[in-house]
Nanobody, 125 residues
């Protein structure tokens, strides 16, 4: 399986922005849909976005729609998650993952079997 490494997390004030990156270990990222999930302490892992590999169509959870943007650069073997207007409830460990074909059921963490190790985003209240 392709290995995924997230980066870009950190501490940001409410209303601020961060861009997360997800780099694949080999030149195969363009063959996979990529999803971003997050997990806050004591909560279930939540699917927040997915981008398809073919037409780059995108999908978002209602909780982040209009604030987060997913994108990919296959030449750099990297997917991104631009996060704007951050809120304290966005505090979580963020993970990227290879998603099922066509981002089918992308929001269900049980459909995912290949994860990065995560990057922590902290937005104080």
């Amino acid at each position: 399986q392709v290995q995924l490494v997230e980066s870009g997390g950190g501490l940001v004030q409410p209303g601020g922005s961060l861009r997360l990156s997800c780099v694949a270990s080999e030149r195969t990222l363009d063959y996979y849909p990529i999803a971003w999930f997050r997990q806050a302490p004591g909560k279930e892992r939540e699917g927040i976005s997915c981008i398809n590999d073919g037409d780059s169509s995108t999908y978002y959870a209602d909780s982040v729609k209009g604030r987060f943007t997913i994108s990919r650069d296959n030449a750099k073997n990297t997917a991104y998650l631009q996060m704007n207007s951050l809120k304290s409830e966005d505090t979580a460990v963020y993970y990227c993952a290879t998603a099922p074909p066509l981002c089918r059921n992308w929001y269900d963490y049980r459909a995912i079997d290949n994860w990065g190790k995560g990057t922590l985003v902290t937005v104080p209240s």
